[in-house]
């Protein structure tokens, strides 16, 4: 084949209409072709074409809309400018400078970004590319006949990314096991490994709103080695075997994409992929099955898969372990890339598990389980109170069939006259950090100290409080950077989790968090403490008791304008508060310059006099600036609380204050 010239897909100085055609004559999807060809049109205009009528091709990612403010005035013609706003043509212009900015960046999180044309969306031109360059690095690093197995969500676009990686790997010279359609992300986390594969793709992009999607990437032991032998303790190498990838892989894969001279010209079969079946999932549901949680007393349970692909997985999964009184969330229950009942599909967001907390009132149900889209984040909520409410004569739904509707809370229906008076319960959602704290007190009690060496791992922006109930075990505890492509690679990890609600329960099946496998582990420690006349707070007050008080809370900022972020970085680096919540700071580390022995990584940590913490950090997958807050006290009764007040009110209050002086110092 003769030398082919590179097909420029970024701008390198403004806008470019040549590159935007170059891009078109590339991309193999004539549905994103036309896409980008009217956006064009639009923007510089065609041979019988105005540009206000270009205007009414497809809308920018962010639309720009405008309302009259005299409803008498004569409303503006198809295409054209409300008073004030910018023409037709400046608006394409401005999306395709944007889309051209410069390819989606590919890092250890792989892909992710909205779903349009463009360099710099997720579409099966970036896909492609994608594709060959994970399948270039594989057979340069292993030779040709190299593995890779292939798992998608149900989000838009999902199962086309797939086959499309599908018939490259396979035109490459590699084995390509394309999983079945719309599984959760550990089924394919856990196939890495079983299937001796040399490197796993999973299309999706978790808990992102609908408009977007991903592109994750994790490896084999095989090219671990290859890369890495020799500089890397081999013990090392095998526990990141089935992990998604660090530094140097990104680099190298990335590389490999940008090598890529033409998605038209990359070859892709027709055919010759394997498909697997149903055993792998399976697979899957035994080894959670040999975790051994089995229902000890019974317990009523509410799910919601929160229009992902978890739910029939799960529900599986919780009946092989005895728990068969399970309400699923209709309106949630079946896979829809809209997430149409929720504004973000993801259970740390205030109102995601309004649906469930409704039913959950309903049925009187002893736990919540909540999982993002593709089932590798986990969310429970427990009981707090029962307080009284009037009930009219229609009976509730019946236990067994959560799809029966029942009726409203007496707060928000109309009720009979004189009903009786029937207690219902009230809720709360756990924290990521205590859920952390509760599984791994869970499985650190099982293990054999005088085994092999056994780790607890969580994330450095994860409470401090893991290291405490190792303490208490007698075994290790290890900080790692964000991201469980770290935590799941510790060597000897018996338990790791990050305080965004993801847990590994199982590093030896899957080198992931997964929400399916943790929420099992949490039903049995409800399970089991409810047949001791217990609960998981006297639980949580426990732990507390003997290991001290530990508390945190997320402050998150949600920018559409990423330079705002990195100002704001900026500005808490060279302008550190020194006091946040009356307590002096005393110690400010940049965490691009490391901490506590970890890599660098973009943070800044600050500490105060009263043990106060907070970890400020640019999210890693979505337009967000994160910080983490964490005050300690002491367990013991009544200690090192003001005027002998119960030790964790004393430390919420304590938190309360530091969320207040975070919000002000940053202004944001």
């Given at each position: 084949?003769?030398?082919?010239?590179?097909?420029?897909?970024?701008?390198?100085?403004?806008?470019?209409?040549?590159?935007?055609?170059?891009?078109?004559?590339?991309?193999?999807?004539?549905?994103?072709?036309?896409?980008?060809?009217?956006?064009l049109?639009?923007?510089?205009?065609?041979?019988?074409?105005?540009?206000?009528?270009?205007?009414?091709?497809?809308?920018?990612?962010?639309?720009?809309s405008?309302?009259?403010?005299?409803?008498?005035?004569?409303?503006?013609?198809?295409?054209?400018?409300?008073?004030?706003?910018?023409?037709?043509?400046?608006?394409?212009?401005a999306?395709?400078?944007?889309?051209?900015?410069?390819?989606?960046?590919?890092?250890?999180?792989?892909?992710?970004?909205?779903?349009?044309?463009?360099?710099?969306?997720?579409?099966?031109?970036?896909?492609?590319?994608?594709a060959?360059?994970?399948?270039?690095?594989?057979?340069?690093?292993?030779?040709?006949?190299?593995?890779?197995?292939?798992?998608?969500?149900?989000?838009?676009?999902?199962a086309?990314?797939?086959?499309?990686?599908?018939?490259?790997?396979?035109?490459?010279?590699?084995?390509?096991?394309?999983?079945?359609a719309?599984?959760?992300?550990p089924?394919l986390?856990?196939?890495?490994?079983?299937?001796?594969?040399?490197?796993?793709?999973?299309?999706?992009?978790?808990?992102?709103?609908?408009?977007?999607?991903?592109?994750?990437?994790y490896?084999?032991?095989?090219?671990?080695?290859?890369?890495?032998?020799?500089?890397?303790?081999?013990?090392?190498?095998?526990?990141?075997?089935?992990?998604?990838?660090?530094?140097?892989?990104?680099?190298?894969?990335?590389?490999?994409?940008?090598?890529?001279?033409?998605?038209?010209?990359?070859?892709?079969?027709?055919?010759?992929?394997?498909?697997?079946?149903?055993?792998?999932?399976?697979?899957?549901?035994?080894h959670?099955?040999?975790?051994?949680?089995?229902?000890?007393?019974?317990?009523?349970?509410?799910?919601?898969?929160?229009?992902?692909?978890?739910?029939?997985?799960?529900?599986?999964?919780?009946?092989?372990?005895?728990?068969?009184?399970?309400?699923?969330?209709?309106?949630?229950?079946?896979?829809?890339?809209?997430?149409?009942?929720?504004?973000?599909?993801?259970?740390?967001?205030?109102?995601?598990?309004?649906?469930?907390?409704?039913?959950?009132?309903?049925?009187?149900?002893?736990?919540?389980?909540?999982?993002?889209?593709?089932?590798?984040?986990?969310?429970?909520?427990?009981?707090?109170?029962?307080?009284?409410?009037?009930?009219?004569?229609?009976?509730?739904?019946?236990?067994?069939?959560?799809?029966?509707?029942?009726?409203?809370?007496?707060?928000?229906?109309?009720?009979?006259?004189?009903a009786p008076?029937?207690?219902?319960?009230?809720?709360?959602q756990?924290?990521?950090?205590?859920?952390?704290?509760?599984?791994?007190?869970?499985?650190?009690?099982?293990?054999?100290?005088?085994?092999?060496?056994?780790?607890?791992?969580?994330?450095?922006?994860?409470?401090?409080?893991?290291?405490?109930?190792?303490?208490?075990?007698?075994?290790?505890?290890a900080?790692?950077l964000?991201?469980?492509?770290?935590?799941?690679?510790?060597?000897?990890?018996?338990?790791?989790y990050?305080?965004?609600?993801?847990?590994?329960v199982?590093?030896?099946?899957?080198?992931?968090?997964?929400?399916?496998?943790?929420?099992?582990?949490?039903?049995?420690?409800?399970?089991?403490?409810?047949?001791?006349?217990?609960?998981?707070?006297?639980?949580?007050?426990?732990?507390?008791?003997r290991?001290?008080v530990?508390?945190?809370?997320?402050?998150?900022?949600?920018?559409?304008?990423?330079?705002?972020?990195?100002?704001?970085?900026?500005r808490?680096?060279?302008?550190?508060?020194?006091?946040?919540?009356?307590?002096?700071?005393?110690?400010?580390v940049?965490?691009?310059?490391?901490?506590?022995?970890?890599?660098?990584?973009?943070?800044?940590?600050?500490?105060?006099?009263?043990?106060?913490r907070?970890?400020?950090?640019?999210?890693?997958?979505e337009?967000?600036?994160?910080?983490?807050?964490?005050?300690?006290?002491?367990?013991?009764?009544?200690?090192?609380?003001?005027?002998?007040?119960?030790?964790?009110?004393?430390?919420?209050?304590?938190?309360?204050?530091?969320?207040?002086?975070?919000?002000?110092?940053?202004?944001?």
């Amino acid at each position: 084949m003769p030398e082919m010239a590179r097909v420029a897909d970024r701008f390198s100085s403004g806008f470019d209409a040549q590159v935007v055609r170059d891009w078109i004559a590339d991309d193999p999807d004539p549905v994103t072709r036309a896409e980008l060809q009217d956006l064009l049109e639009a923007a510089v205009g065609t041979a019988g074409t105005t540009t206000a009528d270009a205007g009414d091709g497809p809308a920018p990612s962010e639309p720009v809309s405008s309302d009259s403010a005299d409803p008498a005035a004569e409303a503006p013609g198809p295409g054209a400018p409300g008073p004030g706003a910018p023409d037709a043509a400046t608006q394409a212009r401005a999306e395709l400078e944007d889309r051209f900015l410069a390819p989606l960046s590919f890092g250890t999180a792989g892909l992710r970004g909205a779903i349009a044309a463009g360099p710099n969306r997720m579409n099966r031109a970036v896909v492609i590319r994608a594709a060959a360059g994970v399948s270039h690095f594989l057979r340069d690093t292993l030779g040709e006949g190299f593995t890779v197995v292939i798992g998608c969500d149900a989000r838009h676009g999902s199962a086309d990314f797939a086959r499309d990686t599908a018939a490259v790997v396979t035109a490459a010279g590699g084995r390509a096991i394309l999983l079945p359609a719309q599984l959760p992300t550990p089924v394919l986390a856990l196939a890495v490994n079983h299937l001796g594969a040399d490197a796993g793709v999973m299309v999706t992009a978790s808990h992102n709103p609908p408009a977007d999607n991903g592109y994750k990437v994790y490896l084999g032991e095989a090219p671990l080695a290859a890369v890495l032998s020799g500089t890397e303790d081999p013990e090392v190498i095998r526990a990141g075997a089935g992990a998604q990838i660090v530094p140097p892989f990104d680099a190298l894969i990335a590389e490999a994409i940008a090598a890529v001279p033409s998605v038209a010209e990359t070859p892709r079969a027709e055919s010759g992929w394997e498909m697997a079946g149903e055993e792998i999932v399976e697979e899957y549901l035994a080894h959670i099955d040999a975790l051994g949680e089995r229902r000890q007393t019974p317990v009523r349970i509410v799910m919601t898969s929160l229009h992902g692909v978890g739910g029939q997985t799960a529900l599986r999964a919780l009946e092989r372990c005895g728990f068969t009184d399970v309400h699923v969330v209709g309106s949630q229950a079946d896979p829809d890339p809209e997430f149409p009942t929720v504004a973000f599909p993801n259970p740390e967001e205030h109102g995601a598990l309004d649906a469930a907390l409704d039913l959950a009132a309903q049925v009187d149900a002893d736990l919540i389980i909540a999982h993002d889209p593709d089932a590798d984040r986990f969310s429970a909520a427990i009981p707090v109170a029962e307080h009284a409410q009037h009930t009219g004569s229609s009976p509730g739904p019946a236990h067994g069939d959560p799809t029966t509707p029942a009726p409203l809370p007496a707060d928000s229906s109309p009720t009979a006259p004189n009903a009786p008076e029937t207690a219902v319960r009230t809720y709360r959602q756990l924290t990521g950090d205590e859920v952390g704290l509760l599984l791994g007190e869970r499985i650190a009690s099982r293990v054999d100290v005088g085994g092999a060496a056994a780790v607890l791992a969580n994330s450095i922006v994860s409470s401090q409080a893991l290291s405490a109930v190792a303490a208490a075990h007698g075994l290790t505890h290890a900080n790692t950077l964000t991201g469980f492509k770290w935590i799941s690679r510790v060597p000897g990890l018996v338990f790791g989790y990050e305080e965004a609600l993801g847990y590994c329960v199982a590093p030896q099946a899957v080198r992931d968090k997964d929400g399916i496998s943790a929420s099992i582990v949490f039903a049995g420690l409800v399970s089991e403490l409810a047949g001791a006349g217990s609960t998981v707070e006297a639980e949580l007050a426990r732990i507390r008791q003997r290991d001290g008080v530990f508390l945190t809370a997320p402050v998150t900022f949600r920018m559409q304008d990423t330079v705002l972020i990195a100002e704001a970085m900026e500005r808490v680096r060279t302008s550190p508060p020194e006091v946040l919540a009356d307590s002096p700071v005393t110690r400010v580390v940049d965490m691009a310059e490391g901490l506590d022995a970890l890599p660098p990584t973009d943070g800044v940590a600050i500490f105060t006099a009263s043990g106060g913490r907070v970890i400020i950090r640019p999210s890693g997958t979505e337009p967000k600036l994160k910080c983490y807050l964490e005050v300690t006290g002491s367990g013991g009764a009544r200690e090192g609380a003001e005027g002998g007040a119960d030790p964790v009110a004393h430390a919420r209050s304590a938190l309360d204050e530091l969320i207040t002086a975070v919000q002000e110092y940053l202004g944001l």
